[in-house]
């Protein structure tokens, strides 16, 4: 197991408490309350503490741009947020523990049906403001456009849009509940999950991060967490 020097400890947790920051808004990777969450994430948190010695705080929030902005406003001392470039520049991150993905919904009878048909103009996507794939669609698409909201599937659905993006397996439970709904044929993005903090953690502490991620992984730790879940183990990300 990997042992954590004493300047990695006060550099990652210097107030005596991990603050690790979760985001309640992904189901994949952590669910429940801000008093009783669970998931991997929750799971990964707790391991990192007592890896460290010290107890750990989870800071729950509703949306991953919540969760985000705690780590960069310096209120979190880790997160567990999508690498995305518009992140890293305030966010050191591991390598994804997990990989999940992007897709796109859309009335049963569009004529959109695979993710490359749905960047065409006139077509508008509901996207959760701040998340993984409201960044990489605002940064990628060339002719549709976002609509974001607290819920982009809710934004889909009153505004009657042309399309909604998120993640596969809450995306897949919508529109196995609701007729008239489907998904398209692929995805429109890869989405690898990991372990950050601040940039200006000494490299040692961030270095520190990776070989627990890459330990966990290898050992099991991050499948069986996600088979707690409910969660498929084949989410796992392989080596990084």
Do not use: W
């Amino acid at each position: 197991m990997k042992t954590a020097t004493a300047a990695v400890v006060q550099d990652l947790a210097p107030s005596g408490v991990l603050r690790a920051s979760i985001n309640l808004g992904n189901p994949v990777l952590a669910r429940g309350t801000p008093a009783e969450p669970t998931g991997v994430t929750v799971d990964l948190a707790r391991e990192i503490g007592a890896r460290l010695g010290v107890p750990v705080e989870l800071l729950c929030f509703d949306a991953a741009r919540k969760s985000f902005q705690a780590m960069a406003e310096g209120h979190a001392d880790l997160c567990f947020l999508a690498v995305d470039p518009a992140r890293e520049a305030e966010v050191a991150f591991t390598a994804p523990y997990v990989l999940i993905e992007g897709v796109f919904a859309v009335p049963g009878d569009s004529e959109l049906t695979t993710a490359a048909d749905v960047d065409r103009p006139g077509v508008r996507i509901g996207v959760k403001e701040g998340s993984a794939y409201d960044l990489f669609l605002s940064r990628t698409l060339r002719h549709a456009s976002v609509v974001r909201g607290k819920d982009g599937i809710d934004e889909f659905r009153a505004q009657g849009l042309e399309a909604a993006a998120g993640i596969r397996q809450p995306m897949t439970e919508f529109v196995a509940a609701h007729p008239g709904f489907r998904l398209v044929d692929g995805r429109f993005m890869e989405i690898g999950q990991a372990v950050g903090t601040t940039r200006t953690r000494r490299p040692e502490t961030v270095a520190y991060l990776r070989e627990v991620v890459e330990e966990l992984k290898a050992t099991g730790f991050v499948a069986e967490a996600l088979r707690r879940a409910g969660r498929s183990d084949d989410l796992v990300a392989p080596p990084g």
